[in-house]
T-cell receptor, first 113, second 117 residues
Framework: NAGVMQNPRHLVRRRGQEARLRCSPM?????VYWYRQLPEEGLKFMVY????????ESGMPKERFSAEFPKEGPSILRIQQVVRGDSAAYFC???????????FGPGTRLTVT | KQEVTQIPAALSVPEGENLVLNCSFT??????LQWFRQDPGKGLTSLLL?????REQTSGRLNASLDKSSGRSTLYIAASQPGDSATYLC????????????????FGPGTSLSVIP
């Protein structure tokens, strides 16, 4: 059973471009969570999704950021018009429905130049 | 608002020592508490998860305790090894029935552990 997969592992974007981060949950997991780890800071919750539904996006910036978890395919975290302050490690986690233990992916390190 | 702190921020010990990492949280209304390990440039590895009704969990050389009333958890590592060198994070999850405007899962800032051969 493969773990949580994230791609790309490293992403470089110039200011103003779009960044798309993908997360494939563990097999059998229907809950996905996105976290951001800024340099020298701890992990911060961004958004919690179930298939086709955003359950809690209270940690996500109101502008430029969006997330989805379609019925088929990976969860996508999309950042439009990236700025240098978006440079961070973005982690995805998944859990089985009704099971609160979260399993984390290796993260995507976004660098905005 | 739930806040999670970890002491110490960094710790360096000789190989073979037993050590304790501390985690404190301000709101005792938690669903569970989880300890993670993060290696430099890598993702998170879950070490132990303690449900709010439990007092401790053990896995190999690791033992985590939870005292909700005092808002504390400790991670005990026995007979430390150089391979234990990493950052250790604790995270608390609020009950999902609670509606708030802040983070659902709160991570502490981590303790950076270095085990010297």
């Amino acid at each position: 059973n493969a773990g949580v997969m994230q791609n790309p592992r490293h992403l470089v974007r110039r200011r103003g471009q779009e960044a798309r981060l993908r997360c494939s949950p563990m097999k059998g997991h229907s809950h996905v969570y996105w976290y951001r780890q800024l340099p020298e800071e701890g992990l911060k919750f961004m958004v919690y999704l179930q298939k086709e539904n955003i359950i809690d996006e209270s940690g996500m910036p109101k502008e430029r950021f969006s997330a989805e978890f379609p019925k088929e395919g990976p969860s996508i975290l999309r950042i439009q018009q990236v700025v240098r302050g978006d440079s961070a490690a973005y982690f995805c986690a998944s859990s089985r429905s009704g099971d609160h233990e979260q399993y984390f992916g290796p993260g995507t390190r976004l660098t905005v130049t | 608002k739930q806040e999670v702190t970890q002491i110490p921020a960094a710790l360096s010990v000789p190989e073979g020592e037993n050590l304790v990492l501390n985690c404190s949280f301000t709101d005792s209304a938690i669903y569970n508490l989880q300890w993670f390990r993060q290696d430099p440039g890598k993702g998170l590895t879950s070490l132990l998860l303690i449900q709010s009704s439990q007092r401790e969990q053990t896995s190999g050389r690791l033992n985590a305790s939870l005292d909700k009333s005092s808002g504390r958890s400790t991670l005990y590592i026995a007979a430390s090894q150089p391979g234990d060198s990493a950052t250790y994070l604790c995270a608390v999850e609020r009950p999902r029935s609670m509606k708030t405007s802040y983070d659902k899962v709160i991570f502490g800032p981590g303790t950076s552990l270095s085990v010297i051969p």
